[in-house]
């Protein structure tokens, strides 16, 4: 597997600090900036820790992140003040490519499951800080998520019972230390100090992996991930609004054509229309509270969750887009 260098960005009040607990700002705090001067400079992805607490700290932590997202150019990951299924949706819907549960938490132990139903295992991580952390939810972890974020040093016990990539959060400096970590088999990359630090040229990191014939990604290119909604993945950006429509819903047919295990979509389908309609309903009810809060980005949000499963019911039924625009011209 290639190792990945994955950057830190601690938020609170929406800028930058330098770490848990930190209150001075990393750099001018600017987390747009420098997510951009992260990319730039060679990292595979971002991984933000939210430290917000009260309701509406946590929105505008949300916006922010989608903000990161659009402007990083890179696949992001989210971990902190994770409470309930609607975090987890919100920060997939701004663009995170993956969400960080915290396992040291027994209520987001109880969301995994539904949530890997529900978005697909690929777009959840587990974060673990004792190893009894992994040991106690292995059979669920394994089955429902795409690896582990370590903030401790636990790959040794874990490779020793389990092949789960894991991505290590560390506060090593020393390359030599850093070198032998990544050489670990089932180590998916770094995060922490060091690769978070202004002063590292990540690009020079890599390239010493290399001549460790550790293999690393040599930049991230661009359109190599999508993040229109957290529901699908593709090649490149579509040209119009309507093929993104089109482009989902030939998604949702291949679903029902070659179910995937863990896929939202294939639990819908084998629960069939009555459990469709109902999170039709849910979503209708979701809308009309959004409308109220009059919150525009929230309702667009809902919006597009309620297309989502429209587009599920067309499936089961049999109806295709071409059907709804001829209904639509005629009126």
Same mark, same amino acid.
């Given at each position: 597997?290639?190792?990945?260098?994955?950057?830190?960005?601690?938020?609170?009040?929406?800028?930058?600090?330098?770490?848990?607990?930190?209150?001075?700002?990393?750099?001018?705090?600017?987390?747009?900036?420098?997510?951009?001067?992260?990319?730039?400079?060679?990292?595979? +992805?971002?991984?933000? %820790?939210?430290?917000?607490?009260?309701?509406?700290?946590?929105?505008?932590?949300?916006?922010?992140?989608?903000?990161?997202?659009?402007?990083?150019?890179?696949?992001?990951?989210?971990? +902190?003040?994770?409470?309930?299924?609607?975090?987890?949706?919100?920060?997939?819907?701004?663009?995170?490519?993956?969400?960080?549960?915290?396992?040291?938490? /027994?209520?987001?132990?109880?969301?995994?499951?539904?949530?890997?139903?529900?978005? +697909?295992?690929? /777009?959840?991580?587990?974060?673990?800080?004792?190893?009894?952390?992994?040991?106690?939810?292995?059979?669920?972890?394994?089955?429902?998520?795409?690896?582990?974020?370590?903030?401790?040093?636990?790959?040794?016990?874990?490779?020793?019972?389990?092949?789960?990539?894991?991505?290590?959060?560390?506060?090593?400096? /020393?390359?030599?230390?850093?070198?032998?970590?990544?050489?670990?088999?089932?180590?998916?990359?770094?995060?922490?100090?060091?690769?978070?630090?202004?002063?590292?040229?990540?690009?020079? %990191?890599?390239?010493?992996?290399?001549?460790?014939?550790?293999?690393?990604?040599?930049?991230?290119?661009?359109?190599?991930?999508?993040?229109?909604?957290?529901?699908?993945?593709?090649?490149?950006?579509?040209?119009?609004?309507?093929?993104?429509?089109?482009?989902?819903?030939?998604?949702?047919?291949?679903?029902?054509?070659?179910?995937?295990?863990?896929?939202?979509?294939?639990?819908?389908?084998? /629960?069939?229309?009555?459990?469709?309609?109902?999170?039709?309903?849910?979503?209708?009810?979701?809308?009309?509270?959004?409308?109220?809060?009059?919150?525009?980005?929230?309702?667009?949000?809902?919006?597009?969750?309620?297309?989502?499963?429209?587009?599920?019911?067309?499936?089961?039924?049999?109806?295709?887009?071409?059907?709804?625009?001829?209904?639509?011209?005629?009126?």
């Amino acid at each position: 597997m290639k190792k990945q260098m994955i950057p830190c960005l601690y938020l609170q009040y929406e800028k930058a600090v330098t770490g848990f607990g930190q209150r001075n700002l990393l750099g001018d705090g600017d987390v747009e900036a420098l997510g951009r001067f992260y990319r730039d400079g060679g990292a595979d +992805g971002l991984l933000i %820790f939210d430290f917000s607490s009260k309701e509406q700290e946590h929105e505008r932590a949300i916006k922010k992140i989608g903000s990161i997202c659009r402007t990083a150019e890179i696949p992001v990951m989210t971990a +902190g003040n994770i409470k309930c299924m609607d975090d987890i949706k919100k920060l997939i819907y701004a663009g995170c490519e993956k969400v960080v549960l915290n396992f040291s938490k /027994k209520s987001n132990i109880l969301l995994l499951e539904e949530a890997s139903r529900r978005f +697909g295992k690929e /777009k959840m991580v587990i974060s673990i800080s004792s190893f009894h952390e992994f040991a106690d939810n292995q059979k669920l972890i394994e089955q429902c998520s795409d690896g582990i974020l370590a903030l401790d040093s636990l790959q040794d016990e874990v490779a020793a019972v389990s092949q789960i990539p894991v991505l290590l959060h560390t506060d090593e400096g /020393k390359e030599e230390e850093l070198i032998a970590l990544l050489k670990g088999k089932y180590v998916s990359g770094l995060s922490g100090a060091y690769i978070s630090n202004l002063d590292t040229k990540i690009h020079k %990191f890599k390239e010493r992996c290399r001549e460790e014939n550790i293999s690393v990604n040599r930049e991230f290119e661009k359109g190599d991930s999508s993040r229109r909604n957290g529901k699908i993945v593709s090649e490149s950006f579509p040209e119009s609004s309507f093929s993104v429509l089109q482009d989902v819903y030939k998604l949702i047919l291949d679903r029902k054509e070659n179910p995937q295990e863990g896929s939202y979509i294939n639990y819908l389908f084998d /629960k069939g229309t009555d459990k469709i309609l109902k999170k039709i309903g849910e979503e209708c009810t979701d809308i009309v509270i959004a409308a109220k809060n009059e919150d525009k980005e929230e309702i667009a949000c809902e919006i597009s969750d309620l297309l989502y499963h429209i587009m599920v019911l067309m499936a089961e039924k049999g109806i295709f887009w071409e059907d709804i625009t001829q209904e639509l011209t005629g009126k």
